[in-house]
């Protein structure tokens, strides 16, 4: 149970929504129910990528999931249309800048994608356009 004001009630969801708030509901704040109602989620917990070592949890060297741990992507040929698509695949909304040279601190582990263009239609980073996974002429100090 939560103890903060109950701010949505009453959603229905299509199912395309971007977000919690794009829900028909009551007015903020205007709700009918206590905190024995409050709402939860399970989730499958298949991100294909991450950001890690950022101030906030939008914001970070940018990661991707290869046999069990976390590797990074390479800044060759990165531009802020893949630093979109990353953004909107964690659910961070519109990307504000695509950094370069490692600007959150330096991965461990294997580079696993390099070249990455994104057309910005895609998901996911990984389904956009790169070199073969582990192929690359990377070090961690190109971290993206």
């Given at each position: 149970?939560?103890?903060d004001?109950i701010?949505?009630?009453?959603g229905?969801?299509?199912?395309?929504?971007a977000a919690?708030?794009?829900?028909w509901?009551?007015p903020?704040?205007?709700?009918?129910?206590g905190?024995?109602?409050?709402?939860s989620v399970?989730c499958s917990?298949s991100?294909?990528?991450?950001l890690?070592n950022?101030?906030s949890?939008?914001?970070?060297r940018?990661?991707?999931?290869?046999?069990?741990?976390?590797?990074?992507v390479c800044d060759d040929?990165?531009?802020?249309?893949?630093?979109?698509?990353?953004?909107r695949?964690?659910?961070?909304?519109q990307a504000l800048?695509a950094q370069?040279?490692a600007?959150f601190?330096q991965?461990?582990?294997?580079?696993?994608?390099?070249?990455v263009?994104c057309a910005?239609?895609?998901a996911a980073?990984?389904l956009?356009q790169?070199r073969?996974?582990?192929?690359?002429?990377?070090n961690?100090r190109?971290?993206a």
């Amino acid at each position: 149970r939560g103890a903060d004001p109950i701010w949505l009630a009453n959603g229905h969801c299509a199912g395309m929504e971007a977000a919690l708030s794009e829900w028909w509901a009551r007015p903020w704040g205007a709700q009918n129910c206590g905190h024995g109602e409050d709402a939860s989620v399970l989730c499958s917990g298949s991100t294909r990528t991450r950001l890690a070592n950022g101030s906030s949890f939008c914001s970070g060297r940018v990661e991707v999931p290869h046999d069990g741990e976390w590797d990074t992507v390479c800044d060759d040929s990165w531009s802020l249309m893949d630093a979109e698509v990353g953004c909107r695949e964690v659910g961070c909304g519109q990307a504000l800048s695509a950094q370069f040279g490692a600007a959150f601190g330096q991965g461990l582990g294997p580079v696993w994608l390099d070249e990455v263009t994104c057309a910005g239609t895609e998901a996911a980073l990984p389904l956009c356009q790169a070199r073969s996974w582990g192929s690359h002429n990377c070090n961690h100090r190109e971290d993206a």
